[in-house]
């Protein structure tokens, strides 16, 4: 059964993010120059405090009118975060991700960071994994004739 690790494995392990202080401003040019959908917000010593997302931005920034400069992400982070292991399985993963409606999940090792999974991770995985079975399986096939 597939696992976290399994796509860790073939995406890294970075993980882009800023402290909890930074302006949500900064962060969209964060995203926007690495072409991702959210950042892990950090405390000063480095210790996961929230998640903040492309949904957040729009959710708690331009519907309710705030600055971006002006506003920090601790003030509009997601918090807690629902997080996984290396040893969680995606079929665990895609159920949190469905019943929570997220769309990242950060990883944990030993309580520390070690990754982040999404949900574009765990469909880029699926399709992978199902391209090489239908290869497997045609070659399979014409091998028989």
Do not use: W
Request: aromatic share 4%; net charge negative; with cysteine.
């Amino acid at each position: 059964m597939p696992t976290v690790k399994d796509i860790l494995a073939r995406k890294g392990q970075e993980v882009v993010t800023l402290v909890a202080a930074e302006s949500v401003l900064n962060a969209a040019r964060l995203m926007n120059e690495r072409g991702i959908g959210g950042v892990v917000v950090t405390d000063e010593d480095g210790t996961m405090v929230g998640v903040f997302t492309e949904r957040d931005i729009l959710r708690r920034i331009v519907a309710e009118q705030r600055d971006p400069a002006a506003t920090k992400l601790r003030d509009v982070m997601t918090a807690p975060v629902q997080t996984c292991r290396p040893e969680t399985s995606l079929e665990e993963c895609i159920a949190v991700m469905t019943a929570r409606r997220i769309r990242h999940i950060p990883v944990l090792r030993e309580d520390r960071l070690d990754g982040i999974i999404t949900s574009g991770d765990v469909l880029a995985y699926q399709v992978n994994e199902q391209r090489d079975t239908i290869q497997y399986l045609n070659s399979y096939m014409f091998d028989l004739r």
